[in-house]
């Protein structure tokens, strides 16, 4: 069973900020949190991952709440191209396989 | 680097037949999954190879499916006979090893069965 909850779809304005919330209550000290995206008729994409500090790429920031509870996955310009499933996973660095759950639509209107 | 390869895109077959799909990984990659994906059970994990060595196939379904990996540059999955309820989008994926962070999946194969 997946172990993180999402909203299952969300809409953002093209250029805005589009800001997806996972809750992961359960996370165990040394699982890290990873997010996934997938297009329409793709393979999933990785995205971003993190164990307690926050981290940005060229894709995206996760924001992980200090208690570890929740984390924020931050698209800071949203283009139509971001339009997506995007999926947040709880995992163990090592000894365990991403189980990937029903994610969120993120839907970036024009 | 032309990423993960899969053959057929598209397969289109009746109850009965034999289905086989084809997975080419990213070289130098020494682990390969296969997820299916329908509407109502989203994306699943059905097994796994490192070093072309199957680690876990507790997600394959039934004795109708099976996979091989003879070789780093091939795998199939086969699922013989094919019955409706096999409908789905299969993904093969790949990466360096088996829990690296980063898997990278392939375009899928998405099966009919009539």
């Known amino acids: 069973d997946a172990k993180t909850t999402q909203p299952p779809s969300m809409d953002c304005a093209e250029g805005r900020a589009a800001n997806l919330p996972c809750n992961h209550s359960?996370?165990?000290?040394?699982?890290?949190v990873y997010w996934y995206r997938q297009i329409h008729s793709q393979g999933p994409q990785y995205i971003i991952h993190g164990l307690k500090n926050n981290e940005t790429n060229e894709m995206a920031s996760l924001i992980i709440t200090e208690d570890r509870k929740s984390s924020t996955l931050i698209l800071p310009h949203a283009t139509l191209r971001d339009t997506a499933v995007y999926y947040c996973i709880v995992r163990l660095n090592y000894g365990q396989n991403f189980v990937f759950g029903p994610g969120t639509r993120l839907s970036v209107l024009p | 680097d032309a990423g993960v390869i899969q053959s057929p895109r598209h397969e289109v077959t009746e109850m009965g037949q034999e289905v086989t799909l084809r997975c080419k990984p990213i070289s130098g990659h020494n682990s390969l999954f296969w997820y299916r994906q329908t509407m109502m059970r989203g994306l699943e994990l059905l097994i796994y190879?490192?070093?072309?060595?199957?680690?876990?196939d507790s997600g394959m379904p039934e004795d109708r499916f099976s996979a091989k990996m003879p070789n780093a540059s091939f795998s199939t999955l086969k699922i013989q006979p094919s019955e409706p309820r096999d409908s789905a989008v299969y993904f093969c994926?790949?990466?360096?090893?088996?829990?690296?962070?980063?898997?990278?999946f392939g375009p899928g194969t998405r099966l009919t069965v009539t």
């Open positions: 359960t996370i165990s000290g040394n699982e890290y």
């Open positions: 994926a790949s990466s360096l090893d088996r829990y690296s962070y980063e898997q990278y």
């Open positions: 190879f490192n070093n072309n060595v199957p680690i876990d």
